[in-house]
C-alpha cells in the first residue's frame, strides 16, 4: 500500500496520532514509539485493547476498522464527520441510532467504557453516529456476567446524557428513572478515583479530558 508521510494531530506522553493518505484512503496512525519511556507499556496495552475491540467489531457500520497493529502501531480507518460537540445533534433519530449502535456492539461483547466524551461521538454526513477511540474497552469473553451489565447499563448511561444535552424535551420517563440511578461503581468512582485520574490526564500528561464538554477528537 502507498502511503503518504504521516501528518501529526496529536503528541502526548502516550504516543503519537497522525493522519495518513494512502492510496485512495485517509488512515489514522497511532505510533506508541513516541511515548515517554515509563510510559511506553500502558500506551502499548491501550492500543491492544483497542485493536482487540475493533477486531470484535468488524464490518460493523459506524465503527473504525482496523486495518493493522503490530504491537506498536495501530492503524485505522478513518472515519468522517463532526464531534458531538460540535455538530450538536437536536435529531431525536442520532440518538436512537446510537442506541442501537452500543446494542450491537454489546452483543458482540465489547464496551467502550469511554462514551462520556463528546469527543468520542461523531455524527457523520448523513446524521448517523459514529464511536471512535476504543483504548478503554473492553472484550469480554462472557458478555452475561453481572459487570459487564453494570458496565453496559454506565455506558447507557453516558449515552442519555448527552441526549438529555442535545434533545432534553424527547427524555422518556424510562430514561430519566435511568439517569437519576447511578451504580455502585460510578459512586465509588466519584468518590475516589476521579480526582487522582483528573489530576494524572490534566497536569501530568496533559490530556485535554473534558468529561462530556467536547474538545475535537480524532476521527
Given at each position: ?36 519511556f515509563g510510559l511506553r507499556w500502558i500506551a ?48 431525536v433519530q442520532y440518538f436512537y441510532a446510537a442506541w442501537r449502535l452500543q446494542r450491537a456492539m ?114
Amino acid at each position: 500500500m502507498g502511503a503518504s508521510q504521516p501528518q501529526l494531530l496529536k503528541r502526548d506522553h502516550l504516543g503519537s496520532i497522525s493522519v495518513v493518505a494512502a492510496d485512495d484512503a485517509t488512515l489514522i496512525e497511532r505510533d506508541t514509539d513516541h511515548a515517554s519511556f515509563g510510559l511506553r507499556w500502558i500506551a502499548r496495552g491501550a492500543a491492544a485493547r483497542e485493536a482487540r475491540a475493533l477486531r470484535a467489531l468488524e464490518g460493523l457500520d459506524g465503527v473504525p476498522r482496523l486495518l493493522g497493529f503490530d504491537g506498536r502501531r495501530l492503524r485505522r480507518s478513518w472515519i468522517g464527520g463532526s464531534t458531538m460537540h460540535d455538530a450538536r445533534p437536536g435529531d431525536v433519530q442520532y440518538f436512537y441510532a446510537a442506541w442501537r449502535l452500543q446494542r450491537a456492539m454489546r452483543a458482540r461483547g465489547v464496551l467502550h467504557n469511554d462514551l462520556a466524551k463528546e469527543a468520542n461521538w461523531l455524527v457523520r454526513a448523513d446524521g448517523r453516529p459514529a464511536v471512535i477511540d476504543f483504548q478503554l474497552a473492553w472484550v469480554a469473553r462472557n458478555p452475561r456476567t453481572p459487570m459487564f451489565r453494570l458496565l453496559a447499563r454506565e455506558n447507557l448511561r453516558h449515552l442519555l446524557k448527552h441526549k438529555r444535552t442535545c434533545c432534553p424535551s424527547r427524555i422518556t420517563p424510562t430514561e430519566r428513572r435511568i439517569l437519576a440511578r447511578r451504580s455502585w461503581i460510578t459512586r465509588l468512582w466519584h468518590a475516589t478515583g476521579k480526582r487522582l485520574y483528573i489530576l494524572i490526564a490534566r497536569r501530568i500528561l496533559n490530556w485535554e479530558d473534558n468529561e462530556g464538554r467536547g474538545k475535537k477528537g480524532v476521527r
